[in-house]
Nanobody, 126 residues
Framework: HVQLVESGGGSVQAGGSLTLSCVVS????????MGWFRQAPGKERAVVAF????????HIDDSVQARSTPSQHSDRNTVFLQMMNLKPEDTAMYYC????????????????????WGQGTQVTVS
């Protein structure tokens, strides 16, 4: 059973920075997709960034391009999302998600791909 626990959210002023962390535990080592998603009130959950095990690549959504960087600890049990130059429109609940089964890289963008989710960490930018 895979468990994910996020931390690092908070309230910051526009232009500030945050680094979100997600600790992953459970028996699955290979996680084909490790994703960061966010959901603002009244909006659908949407991808922010993901890392794809299949080829070691990562993807950052256009909405946070050049302002966010996904990464992971060498043991692959902690993943991070560094966010800089935060804007009020970045305000949302941020979730990390993991999918251990083999899938195509493009599937990592989809909420429906992931079977394991954290509880979320709130980011508020004013």
């Amino acid at each position: 059973h895979v468990q994910l626990v996020e931390s690092g959210g908070g309230s910051v002023q526009a232009g500030g920075s945050l680094t979100l962390s997600c600790v992953v535990s459970g028996h699955t080592y290979i996680r084909y997709c490790m994703g960061w998603f966010r959901q603002a009130p009244g909006k659908e959950r949407a991808v922010v960034a993901f890392m794809y095990h299949g080829d070691g690549s990562s993807h950052i959504d256009d909405s946070v391009q050049a302002r966010s960087t996904p990464s992971q600890h060498s043991d692959r049990n902690t993943v991070f999302l560094q966010m800089m130059n935060l804007k009020p429109e970045d305000t949302a609940m941020y979730y990390c998600a993991a999918e251990p089964t083999n899938c195509l890289r493009g599937a990592c963008c989809s909420v429906d791909t992931y079977n394991y989710w954290g509880q979320g960490t709130q980011v508020t930018v004013s």
